[in-house]
C-alpha cells in the first residue's frame, strides 16, 4: 500500500490502531505546508578578516581606579556639664530677638512731610527758579565763607549786657564816655535783608538753600540780579543761625567790612 511506501521511505513506525493512523497520515500531509509560511531564519555569515603583515600597536591600559575609603566622622560627645536648651519663642517665654522695625515705626507728621517732599523733587519736572537751590556752593568755600562771617559775629546778650554795665560805671565814677564808631558786623533777618538790597547797600547776600517754605526766599536771588548786588546759597540755614547766635537765618547780609578784609570779601 501506498501509505507502507511512504514509511518505508522515511523509516518511520506505523501505528498500529485506527485512529492514531488517521493523526499521523494528517500531520505527514499538513507538515510540508506548515514549512512554507514560517520565516527563515538569518544567519550572519561573517567574512574572515584577510591576515595583514602590518603589526597593529596595542592600546595603553589605563592604570585601575584608586578607591578612596571614606572615614567616618567620628561624632562629638556632649558635654554632660552644659545642658541644652533651645529656646522657645512663644508668647510668655523667651525674649524675642532684635528686629528691625523701621516700617512699623509711627513717623511725626513733619518727618512724613519731608520725605514725601524729597520723592516729589526728584519725580517732577522742578522749574529753574526753584532748582537754583540745589546748585550750592562747593564745601571747601563754604567753610572759608562761614570762617569769614564768624568775625563779624553780632554780639551776643551777655556781651551787650557787660557792655552797657561798663559803660554805666563808668558814668558812676564820673569819666566822660566817648562815642564809638559803629560796629561792623552781620545783617539778619529777611525784611532787613532786603532792605538792605533794594539801597543797595548790602555788599553780599548769603541764603540758605533749605528754607521751608521755599517761596519766602524764592525772589531774592532775582532781586539781587535786578539790583546788582552779589549772592551766593549755601548749604544748611542752622549754619547761617549759628553765626547770628540764632536756631536758623534764611539770609545774611554783609555791608561794610575792615580794611584789611574788603580784599578777602573781593574774592
Not at 519731608?114 to 567753610?143: C, E, Y
Request: hydrophobic letters at 35%.
Amino acid at each position: 500500500s501506498p501509505s507502507r511506501v511512504i514509511f518505508q521511505q522515511k523509516k518511520i513506525k506505523a501505528p498500529r490502531n485506527h485512529l492514531g493512523l488517521v493523526v499521523f497520515v494528517s500531520t505527514l500531509v499538513l507538515k510540508p505546508f506548515a514549512d512554507l509560511n514560517m520565516p527563515k531564519k538569518q544567519v550572519n555569515k561573517k567574512k574572515a578578516a584577510a591576515p595583514s603583515s602590518k603589526k597593529v600597536a596595542s592600546k595603553p591600559v589605563a592604570p585601575p581606579k584608586k578607591t578612596i575609603v571614606k572615614k567616618p566622622k567620628l561624632r562629638k560627645r556632649d558635654n554632660p556639664l552644659f545642658e541644652k536648651k533651645p529656646r522657645n519663642y512663644g508668647i510668655g517665654n523667651d525674649i524675642q530677638p532684635k528686629r528691625d522695625l523701621t516700617r512699623f515705626v509711627k513717623w511725626p507728621k513733619y518727618i512724613k512731610l519731608q520725605r514725601q517732599k524729597r520723592i516729589l523733587l526728584k519725580r517732577l519736572k522742578v522749574p529753574g527758579i526753584i532748582n537754583q537751590f540745589t546748585r550750592t556752593l562747593d564745601r571747601h568755600s563754604a567753610g572759608a565763607l562761614l570762617g569769614f562771617l564768624e568775625k563779624y559775629a553780632p554780639e551776643t546778650r551777655q556781651q551787650k549786657k557787660a557792655r552797657l554795665l561798663g559803660q554805666v560805671k563808668d558814668e558812676a565814677k564820673g569819666k566822660q564816655i566817648e562815642a564809638g564808631k559803629k560796629p561792623k558786623f552781620v545783617k539778619c533777618g529777611l525784611k532787613h535783608v532786603t532792605s538792605l538790597v533794594e539801597d543797595k547797600r548790602a555788599k553780599l547776600v548769603v541764603i540758605a538753600h533749605d528754607v521751608d517754605p521755599i517761596e519766602l526766599v524764592l525772589w531774592l536771588p532775582t532781586l539781587c540780579r535786578k539790583k546788582g548786588v552779589p549772592y551766593v546759597i549755601i548749604k544748611g540755614k542752622a549754619r547761617l543761625g549759628k553765626v547770628v547766635h540764632k536756631k536758623t537765618a534764611t539770609c545774611l547780609a554783609i555791608t561794610d567790612v575792615e580794611i584789611k578784609d574788603a580784599k578777602d570779601l573781593a574774592i
